[in-house]
């Protein structure tokens, strides 16, 4: 299965400023998915992540908050804007295994505190 | 809404027990259901995938069971080791969205 690289892996961010995070795959994948996890809960997706159109985002979250690029089949990034301290947050980066059928693998995770 | 509820957010066994852990959901119909193992730091990882039309999927040590009637999934991890000790998710899939429980933290005490 796909191997990602997420960087950074964590940051500590002034109030007002924008962070960008990058998930690179080892191999070409039609979709990449952001997710947040905030402390001691579950993950939420942000928005999926396709090459060449805009990414779609899910009720919660929008594209001014959190721009998202897809330059081409292997990578991706996520900008966390004007960030504030509910924002702290791990974020994380993922594709399917195997067309979608055998689940999901992960980055790392980016763990942003903002102060 | 859809909801998914994992037991207790702790579940504390001692080694070569059989931990069993439960994912329960409402107002929803997967097309199937992933388990995950998440460590501190670190992103979740694949384990599991049973689709539902499938009553029990088995690797190694780990199996999983379905019941689309009781809206149900557990995750049985046999012969319990200390190394198994990590943060278990499950996420119900439907039309290619995956949405999260908030996961069992188990610990296995040697």
């Known amino acids: 299965s796909a191997v990602i690289s997420q960087k950074p892996s964590r940051d500590i961010c002034q109030r007002g400023t924008s962070l960008t995070i990058q998930c690179q795959v080892d191999s070409q994948v039609t979709m990449m998915f952001w997710y947040r996890q905030q402390p001691g809960q579950s993950l939420t997706l942000i928005a999926t992540a396709n090459q060449g159109s805009e990414a779609t985002y899910e009720s919660g979250f929008v594209i001014d908050k959190f721009p998202i690029s897809r330059p081409n089949l292997t990578f991706s990034t996520l900008t966390v804007s004007n960030m504030s301290p509910e924002d702290s947050s791990i974020y994380l980066c993922?594709?399917?295994?195997?067309?979608?059928?055998?689940?999901?693998?992960f980055g790392s995770g980016t763990r942003l505190t903002v102060v | 809404s859809q909801k998914i509820e994992q037991n207790s957010e702790a579940l504390n066994i001692q080694e070569g027990k059989t931990a069993t852990l439960t994912c329960n959901y409402t107002n929803y119909s997967p097309a199937y259901l992933q388990w995950y193992r998440q460590d501190p730091g670190r992103g979740p990882v694949f384990l599991l995938l049973i689709r539902e039309n499938e009553k029990e999927k088995r690797k190694e040590r780990l199996k999983v069971t379905f019941d689309t009637t009781l809206k149900q999934s557990l995750f049985h991890i046999t012969a319990s080791q200390p190394a198994d000790s990590a943060t278990y998710l499950c996420?119900?899939?439907?039309?290619?969205?995956?949405?999260f429980g908030d996961g069992t933290t188990l610990t296995v005490k040697p």
């Open positions: 993922s594709v399917e295994r195997s067309g979608g059928v055998d689940g999901y693998t």
């Open positions: 996420a119900l899939v439907r039309a290619g969205k995956s949405t």
